[in-house]
């Protein structure tokens, strides 16, 4: 075959996670805002569009039982209940231009997280964490988009599963206060970075929608 007409090879899936408050989807604005060459992918939740939110750019919003439908259909590659909320990532956001040989990055909560990395240990794990996280807690009140029984819930699951992610990511990010252009910066380094293994480059074809519960 020659080269004109070789298949691009296969992209690299970076799953970018983070306890609330840590402040990764500031770090991702900055990388989008930047233009670098990465495609992001746009996850779905059940939950109406904040002030400013578009549909199908910032997320894809639901109701449950269009999620229910979806999640059924194979809609999505991984799926996860967090702060009562349903949340998912539509497989189409990552298969695609991972296969047309872009990389991904693909924001999502720490369940997730773990989920797609325990199904495709070929993903790259990043986890932005807080300063402290008494640190992540004044950043949820001060944003105000939650409710005070929002954000407990918010601190609970960080105190009690969230933050023990650290331990398993392949990399890890402090998002000190006020230095978020240098913590772009540094995660843009682990992505020009990372050798192209057969292992993290597999990925993109061994994808496959999430399991369904019997």
């Known amino acids: 075959m020659s080269p004109a007409t070789e298949s691009p090879r296969a992209g690299l899936l970076f799953l970018v996670t983070a306890p609330s408050g840590a402040g990764k989807d500031s770090v991702i604005g900055v990388l989008r805002e930047r233009g670098v060459d990465l495609a992001f992918a746009v996850t779905a939740l059940t939950r109406a569009p904040?002030?400013?939110?578009?549909?199908?750019?910032?997320?894809?919003?639901?109701?449950?039982?269009?999620?229910?439908?979806?999640?059924?259909?194979?809609?999505?590659?991984?799926?996860?209940?967090?702060?009562?909320?349903?949340?998912?990532?539509?497989?189409?956001?990552?298969?695609?231009?991972?296969?047309?040989?872009?990389?991904?990055?693909?924001?999502?909560?720490?369940?997730?997280?773990?989920?797609?990395?325990?199904?495709?240990?070929?993903?790259?794990?990043?986890?932005?964490?807080?300063?402290?996280?008494?640190?992540?807690?004044?950043?949820?009140?001060?944003?105000?988009?939650?409710?005070?029984?929002?954000?407990e819930r918010r601190i609970a699951a960080m105190r009690d599963y969230e933050l023990s992610f650290a331990r398993e990511a392949d990399y890890r990010v402090v998002n000190t206060t006020g230095d978020l252009e240098r913590v772009a910066d540094r995660v843009w380094g682990i992505v020009t970075s990372v050798p192209r293994t057969t292992e993290r480059t597999a990925v993109a074809a061994e994808l496959s929608p999430v399991p369904l519960q019997d």
């Not at 539509?90 to 298969?95: K, S, T, W």
């Not at 693909?106 to 300063?131: C, N, S, T």
């Not at 004044?138 to 105000?144: I, K, T």
Request: charged share 35%.
């Open 50 to 151: 904040r002030e400013g939110e578009r549909d199908g750019i910032e997320h894809f919003f639901l109701t449950d039982a269009e999620f229910e439908r979806r999640l059924c259909s194979g809609w999505f590659l991984e799926t996860a209940t967090v702060y009562g909320r349903s949340y998912g990532t539509p497989i189409h956001q990552v298969r695609e231009p991972l296969l047309a040989g872009r990389d991904v990055m693909l924001r999502l909560d720490v369940q997730g997280a773990r989920e797609l990395k325990r199904r495709y240990p070929g993903a790259i794990a990043i986890f932005v964490e807080p300063p402290s996280p008494e640190e992540a807690e004044r950043r949820m009140r001060s944003r105000a988009t939650e409710s005070s029984q929002e954000i």
